[in-house]
């Protein structure tokens, strides 16, 4: 799809949001479901930067679409779980840097298989060829086999600029989504209140009884498997990062013996980014169709990226005495790269954004319950 298409189809989808919220501020049943109905009643008219705001404070819960008297077959339509889910993929896409990646937001799916094809053979081949044969197959229990196979210095070099270039990228693509919707300054109390909410996963709830998914019967599934994932992540992120202080501040090389701090949050994380992720693709594949977006492969690609981030991370932690330590450290490597480099283009972004967009609410209703207080 050129950039033209996009565009137009961003602007569709923009539109389709804005008359939708036009239609539920004048009716206003819903909104006590979630944080989009107060933010929406903060508005009078829906610009480009307010819409894409509210697309990424949507959960899609679904509640709204069940509890709408205008929804189909009304002559209104009005489906706000599938307008707000549509243009929130293309807000991943719009405000993606550099300009030229955002195409890869389409047939994403293909984009992170073939990005995981390429990273691991590359990685097996790289081994192959540059590692010494008795380590590629020697077992990995003592202290610095896994440099062994892959000098410590070659792998900072080549997964700490993988990471920094995702996280510049990120970083420039939120300061965009930010500023689209308006100036607005970061506070404490508004990144606290964010932090809380999305802890929680607050507005997954559906105003109280859970998610919308096979039926009008509400259920808890996804919110508790998008714990275990978020939750998994965060596990795996900080067995990373203890890892690191290790190696620099106690000078202990890796492998490290099953009950450090390392291993525990790794096994714990890399339980939680696949069982996690599994649930997420079983709900996904029973959820309503009528209220949920086009399939390009978004979510599914990340989800399975995650899967294999999480295996192949618990298949070397079993089998590291094994003589499959060298050529299972390539395929973690591998997908490890993988994950980094479509980080910035793919699912894993909505986190993000969905944070910003918690913030940025946390902050309107500050200031509005403010404003109240003082016209009291």
């Given at each position: 799809?050129?950039?033209?298409?996009?565009?137009?189809?961003?602007?569709?989808?923009?539109?389709?949001?804005?008359?939708?919220?036009?239609?539920?501020?004048?009716?206003?049943?819903?909104?006590?479901?979630?944080?989009?109905?107060?933010?929406?009643?903060?508005?009078?008219?829906?610009?480009?930067?307010?819409?894409?705001?509210?697309?990424?404070?949507?959960?899609?819960?679904?509640?709204?679409?069940?509890?709408?008297?205008?929804?189909?077959?009304?002559?209104?339509?009005?489906?706000?779980?599938?307008?707000?889910?549509?243009?929130?993929?293309?807000?991943?896409?719009?405000?993606?840097?550099?300009?030229?990646?955002?195409?890869?937001?389409?047939?994403?799916?293909?984009?992170?298989?073939?990005?995981?094809?390429?990273?691991?053979?590359?990685?097996?081949?790289?081994?192959?060829?540059?590692?010494?044969?008795?380590?590629?197959?020697?077992?990995?229990?003592?202290?610095?086999?896994?440099?062994?196979?892959?000098?410590?210095?070659?792998?900072?070099?080549?997964?700490?600029?993988?990471?920094?270039?995702?996280?510049?990228?990120?970083?420039?693509?939120?300061?965009?989504?930010?500023?689209?919707?308006?100036?607005?300054?970061?506070?404490?109390?508004?990144?606290?209140?964010?932090?809380?909410?999305a802890?929680?996963?607050?507005?997954?709830?559906?105003?109280?009884?859970?998610?919308?998914?096979?039926?009008?019967?509400?259920?808890?599934?996804?919110?508790?498997?998008?714990?275990?994932?978020?939750?998994?992540?965060?596990?795996c992120?900080?067995?990373?990062?203890?890892?690191?202080?290790f190696?620099?501040?106690?000078?202990?090389?890796?492998?490290?013996?099953?009950?450090?701090?390392v291993?525990?949050?790794?096994?714990?994380?890399?339980?939680?980014?696949?069982?996690?992720?599994?649930?997420?693709?079983?709900?996904?594949?029973?959820?309503?169709?009528?209220?949920?977006?086009?399939?390009?492969?978004?979510?599914?690609?990340?989800?399975w990226?995650?899967?294999?981030?999480?295996?192949?991370?618990?298949?070397?932690?079993?089998?590291r005495?094994?003589?499959?330590?060298?050529?299972?450290?390539?395929?973690?490597?591998?997908?490890?790269?993988?994950?980094?480099?479509?980080?910035?283009?793919?699912?894993?972004?909505?986190?993000?954004?969905?944070?910003?967009?918690?913030?940025?609410?946390?902050?309107?209703q500050?200031?509005?319950?403010?404003?109240?207080?003082?016209?009291?």
């Amino acid at each position: 799809m050129s950039e033209i298409d996009l565009a137009k189809l961003t602007q569709m989808h923009q539109d389709e949001v804005a008359r939708q919220m036009s239609i539920c501020n004048a009716c206003r049943y819903c909104e006590g479901l979630c944080a989009v109905f107060p933010a929406m009643e903060l508005r009078k008219s829906f610009n480009a930067g307010d819409v894409d705001f509210l697309s990424n404070l949507c959960h899609n819960c679904g509640a709204c679409y069940y509890d709408c008297q205008y929804a189909p077959p009304h002559e209104f339509g009005v489906n706000v779980p599938k307008a707000m889910a549509d243009l929130r993929e293309d807000t991943y896409a719009n405000y993606a840097w550099p300009a030229p990646a955002q195409r890869l937001f389409q047939k994403n799916g293909m984009w992170i298989t073939v990005s995981l094809i390429v990273a691991v053979a590359v990685f097996i081949g790289g081994f192959v060829a540059f590692a010494d044969p008795e380590a590629l197959f020697a077992s990995g229990l003592e202290s610095g086999a896994f440099y062994r196979v892959m000098p410590h210095n070659t792998m900072v070099a080549i997964f700490g600029s993988a990471f920094l270039f995702a996280i510049v990228s990120i970083g420039i693509s939120l300061r965009r989504f930010w500023h689209a919707a308006g100036a607005m300054p970061v506070t404490l109390a508004s990144l606290w209140q964010a932090a809380k909410d999305a802890g929680q996963l607050r507005y997954l709830d559906g105003g109280g009884m859970g998610c919308m998914n096979e039926s009008e019967r509400p259920n808890d599934r996804r919110r508790l498997y998008h714990h275990l994932t978020m939750y998994g992540f965060l596990l795996c992120f900080a067995s990373t990062s203890t890892g690191t202080l290790f190696h620099y501040v106690l000078d202990w090389q890796a492998p490290y013996p099953w009950w450090t701090p390392v291993k525990i949050f790794g096994v714990l994380g890399g339980i939680g980014i696949v069982v996690g992720p599994i649930g997420l693709l079983r709900e996904k594949g029973r959820r309503d169709e009528a209220i949920t977006t086009s399939n390009n492969g978004l979510g599914e690609a990340f989800l399975w990226s995650l899967i294999l981030l999480g295996a192949t991370g618990l298949l070397l932690t079993a089998l590291r005495d094994t003589s499959a330590m060298g050529l299972l450290l390539a395929v973690h490597l591998g997908v490890v790269f993988a994950f980094f480099v479509t980080m910035p283009y793919g699912k894993f972004v909505h986190g993000l954004y969905r944070f910003a967009a918690l913030m940025r609410h946390a902050h309107e209703q500050a200031v509005d319950h403010e404003r109240e207080r003082a016209a009291a």
